[in-house]
Every structure is written in structure tokens, then in C-alpha cells.
């Protein structure tokens, strides 16, 4: 996960324009809104990126936790919040001595995909001690096999379509297609698991699991399991 961790913290080209970064990260605090049931849960969004819209979330639960891997994005969050007395930006190592049995909700969104299988079961372990026992772990975004880098363009030209931003989506991902993007997807790959796959392994970690029936995010074709110690 290191070399994804130094391109999404490098200035990269994945987001076309100002307006789909935004609308990226709005889109996702919607969908992690709609998973908060109480004003009163500890949220936690793992690996969480920019995290543009975040106090969206914030206003609807007690705290928020930021965990974020790459330094320089964390550093951002920090400076981004940091008048905002309910969200609190954290490493992913420092979670390892947060409480156990002392977060509500978990979203870890379109970040398996970049990790090793052994990587992913550690997070698994970490995200599953934080966890009250009622909690539920919302695992989001996560790329099937069979489903390429076309299903994500048209995902991303339909998302922009909608917008008023599709000049920009055509423009950037040409750019995307001469910047180490793609040789950095073939070189190290992604991880996919199909729902069997990742219903199976989120179980071997602990989790009752089952596929929500929408995806989070704007891919449709991408899928979200909806976990529960």
C-alpha cells in the first residue's frame, strides 16, 4: 500500500477538476451520513483522503475521527479542521491504542483495492477491536473482478455528465492517461474480491457481513458490505 500511499499524498491527477474532487468527497459524506443512526456516534473514516466534506458529517454525530495514512494529507486535515472541536485527525497507527469497544460506525471507502490481502486482514483486526458490539463497519467502494478501468471511465463520464463538469472529465483523463497512473495500477496491481470473496473474508476476521444494495459513491458498479461484529 506504500506506493498508493505516496501518490495519493504526491499531486496526482485522479480528480479532473476542482468541482469533481468536491463533488467526490460530497458525495461520499452523504452516503456515510446515511449510515450514522444516532447524534450522539463515534464515526470513524478510515483512510479517509482529503475528506473534503467532512464537517457534513461532523454536524450529524459526537466525533468524528480522521484516520489518514499519508503525512502530507493528514498534515492538510489538521490545518483544515482544526477549529472544528468534533472531528479528530489520527494516523493509522495511533488507532491501535484508541479504547477498544469505543466506535459506532466504520467506513473504510475505496481503499481495499489498494491493499495487500495481509494488510487488509490487519485493518480488519484493528477496525473490528475499535468497534462497540452493536457498531456496524460500512466497507465501501470495492472493486469486483471483472469489472476494468472502462467501467470506472464511464462511471466517472456519466458522474460528470450530471454535473456539467463532462469537458473537464474528457480533458482529464487524458491527462490521467499520461501521468504514472496507469503504469503504477499495472505495475502493482489492485486487489479484487467478489462478493463470495469478501463476504468470506470479512467472516474469517470476525464480521457478519452482507452486500448493501447500492454502492457508496458515484460507481454502480463497484460494491459496499454493511458488517457487524
Same mark, same amino acid.
Given at each position: 500500500?506504500?506506493?498508493?500511499?505516496?501518490?495519493?499524498?504526491?499531486?496526482?491527477?485522479?480528480?479532473?477538476?476542482?468541482?469533481?474532487?468536491?463533488?467526490?468527497?460530497?458525495?461520499?459524506?452523504?452516503?456515510?451520513? &446515511?449510515?450514522?443512526?444516532?447524534?450522539?456516534?463515534?464515526?470513524?473514516?478510515?483512510?479517509?483522503?482529503?475528506?473534503?466534506? %467532512?464537517?457534513?458529517?461532523?454536524?450529524?454525530?459526537?466525533?468524528?475521527?480522521? %484516520?489518514?495514512?499519508?503525512?502530507?494529507?493528514?498534515?492538510?486535515?489538521?490545518?483544515?479542521?482544526?477549529?472544528?472541536?468534533?472531528?479528530?485527525?489520527?494516523?493509522?497507527?495511533?488507532?491501535?491504542?484508541?479504547?477498544?469497544?469505543?466506535?459506532?460506525?466504520?467506513?473504510?471507502?475505496?481503499?481495499?483495492?489498494?491493499?495487500?490481502?495481509?494488510?487488509?486482514?490487519?485493518?480488519?483486526? %484493528?477496525?473490528?477491536?475499535?468497534?462497540?458490539?452493536?457498531?456496524?463497519?460500512?466497507?465501501?467502494?470495492?472493486?469486483?473482478?471483472?469489472?476494468?478501468?472502462?467501467?470506472?471511465?464511464?462511471?466517472?463520464?456519466?458522474?460528470?455528465?450530471?454535473?456539467?463538469?463532462?469537458?473537464?472529465?474528457?480533458?482529464?483523463?487524458?491527462? +490521467? %492517461?499520461?501521468?504514472?497512473?496507469?503504469?503504477?495500477?499495472?505495475?502493482?496491481?489492485?486487489?479484487?474480491?467478489?462478493?463470495?470473496?469478501?463476504?468470506?473474508?470479512? &467472516?474469517?476476521?470476525?464480521?457478519?457481513?452482507?452486500?448493501?444494495?447500492?454502492? +457508496? &459513491?458515484?460507481?454502480?458498479?463497484?460494491?459496499?458490505?454493511?458488517?457487524?461484529?
Amino acid at each position: 500500500m506504500d506506493e498508493w500511499i505516496d501518490y495519493y499524498g504526491s499531486t496526482h491527477t485522479i480528480y479532473v477538476s476542482r468541482l469533481h474532487r468536491d463533488l467526490h468527497f460530497e458525495v461520499i459524506a452523504r452516503d456515510i451520513i &446515511g449510515y450514522i443512526t444516532s447524534p450522539d456516534a463515534v464515526v470513524l473514516d478510515y483512510a479517509c483522503g482529503e475528506a473534503l466534506s %467532512a464537517a457534513k458529517v461532523a454536524d450529524v454525530c459526537a466525533i468524528l475521527y480522521l %484516520a489518514e495514512p499519508a503525512p502530507s494529507v493528514r498534515d492538510r486535515l489538521i490545518a483544515r479542521f482544526a477549529l472544528n472541536t468534533k472531528i479528530r485527525v489520527r494516523s493509522l497507527d495511533e488507532l491501535r491504542s484508541m479504547d477498544e469497544n469505543s466506535v459506532d460506525l466504520v467506513v473504510m471507502n475505496g481503499v481495499a483495492q489498494y491493499m495487500t490481502p495481509e494488510e487488509l486482514d490487519s485493518a480488519f483486526d %484493528a477496525i473490528r477491536q475499535l468497534l462497540k458490539p452493536s457498531g456496524r463497519f460500512v466497507l465501501g467502494d470495492n472493486l469486483p473482478p471483472g469489472v476494468g478501468m472502462f467501467r470506472d471511465v464511464l462511471a466517472l463520464l456519466r458522474f460528470a455528465a450530471t454535473h456539467a463538469f463532462l469537458r473537464d472529465a474528457l480533458i482529464g483523463l487524458i491527462n +490521467t %492517461a499520461l501521468s504514472d497512473y496507469p503504469q503504477l495500477r499495472h505495475r502493482i496491481g489492485l486487489q479484487r474480491y467478489s462478493e463470495t470473496e469478501m463476504i468470506t473474508k470479512l &467472516g474469517a476476521a470476525g464480521f457478519k457481513a452482507t452486500r448493501a444494495p447500492r454502492n +457508496t &459513491g458515484y460507481n454502480p458498479w463497484r460494491m459496499t458490505f454493511v458488517a457487524h461484529n
